[in-house]
């Protein structure tokens, strides 16, 4: 085997053993830091007079969604930059709504150093919202259980665009809720929301990308040298 045959050889593997690697190590540290989780659930009191109730409804869905947005934008300021954050992955959170034993329960899951700091953002956000810290719900007690999953990701590449608030016209939560109220006292269901922090590196990204289909289209191939440019992009963009 020729020196140009090898080094070609070299510039493959590398990238790419490299970024099994890594992959695998970073599933060892989510492994780990999902044994380090709290569990807060958020309740909303129930209005009990009329003055309430209207003075709750006089907001538009909208506004709630806005207010949640600023709260993961809150959140979001916990990314850190650091060599060895970016290596290991920076940490996760998850919103969960869960159907269970007839009742519909809202948590926020994320690491408990960071608790004090979520419940006052929560409280900030939301001023009439109770949060209490729990013991994980276990929807997979009991014998003889049937349970079916599903994973929802996007159908494109994130630099395109994805319909967002603004555009929707009724509260979506309102269909969610409504399919959970329906299931039996012996079902549950959990639905998952995957979050980690991240730098703003991927709207320059993006905007780079949207500028190019303008000139030339939309055109998506591969070629060998798109593992070392993945490899390379890990560096830049944590994930997502």
């Known amino acids: 085997m020729n020196s140009f045959l090898l080094l070609l050889l070299v510039l493959i593997l590398v990238p790419f053993i490299g ?13 780990a830091r999902s044994l380090k989780k709290v569990h807060l659930q958020v309740l909303i009191p129930r209005k009990d007079s009329d003055a309430d109730v209207k003075q709750d409804t006089s907001k538009d869905f909208k506004d709630y ?5 600023q709260l993961l934008a809150a959140m979001n300021s916990l990314y850190s930059g650091k060599f060895w954050n970016k290596l290991r992955g920076q940490e996760t959170f998850s919103l969960e709504y869960i159907a269970y034993k007839n009742q519909i329960l809202f948590f ?12 006052k953002q929560v409280t900030s956000f939301f001023s009439d ?50 399919a959970l109220s329906k299931l039996d006292e012996d079902e549950a269901c959990m639905i998952q929301i995957m979050l980690r922090p991240t730098n703003n590196h ?39």
């Open 19 to 31: 970024t099994i690697v890594i992959f695998v190590y970073k599933k060892g540290i989510d492994q």
């Open 129 to 178: 919202a109770v949060v209490e810290e729990v013991e994980e719900v276990n929807l997979f007690e009991g014998k003889d259980l049937h349970y079916a999953t599903e994973c929802l990701t996007l159908g494109h590449n994130y630099i395109f665009p994805i319909k967002t608030h603004q555009k929707l016209e009724s509260d979506p939560i309102n269909n969610i809720t409504n």
């Open 202 to 240: 991927w709207q320059k990204h993006a905007s780079k990308h949207a500028g190019k289909l303008q000139k030339h289209g939309h055109h998506e191939g591969f070629s060998p040298l798109s593992l070392l440019t993945g490899f390379i992009n890990f560096w830049k963009v944590d994930e997502k």
């Open 108 to 119: 926020i899951v994320f690491p408990k150093r960071y608790q004090v700091l979520v419940e």
């Open 65 to 69: 969604i806005g207010l949640m947005e």
